[in-house]
């Protein structure tokens, strides 16, 4: 069973470190493992502003870069206080690693659960080189 609430606390802790000074938007994100390890991320952007990093990216950077590639489940949210979609890159990226919930989340008691594969239909992917 997911502990989405904890998942949302901890995007949420980690949206604070968010640097945005350009848009003044902060996101964070918490990507759980399916072995029940928990990593965070948060924007970072730029002066050059294409080479802004999300916070999905950022959380799924810190995992991977732990080891840990095996993921469940990836809780949003921002200082928005809306639901948050990830971009179009984001969920590029997320679907290298399999049809993951999404938890876009308003605070710890107002969120939806979705799939990836909901968000983003027909991606491509590796079986499609040939
Ligand atoms: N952002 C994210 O971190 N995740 C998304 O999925 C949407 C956009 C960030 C990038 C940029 O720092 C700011 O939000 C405004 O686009």
Sequence with gaps: MIDYKKMIELAKSCM???YSPYSNFKVGACVL???GKYFVGTNIENASFGAAICAERS???CAISQGERDFACLAIISSGG???PPCGICRQVLSEFGD???VLAKDENDF???KL???LPNSFDSGDMK
């Design 112 to 114: 939806k659960v979705c």
């Design 16 to 18: 604070i470190n968010s």
């Design 82 to 84: 809306d639901y948050t």
């Design 33 to 35: 493992t399916k072995n």
């Design 59 to 61: 959380a799924i950077s």
């Design 117 to 119: 594969k909901n968000l």
């Design 100 to 102: 993951i919930e999404i």
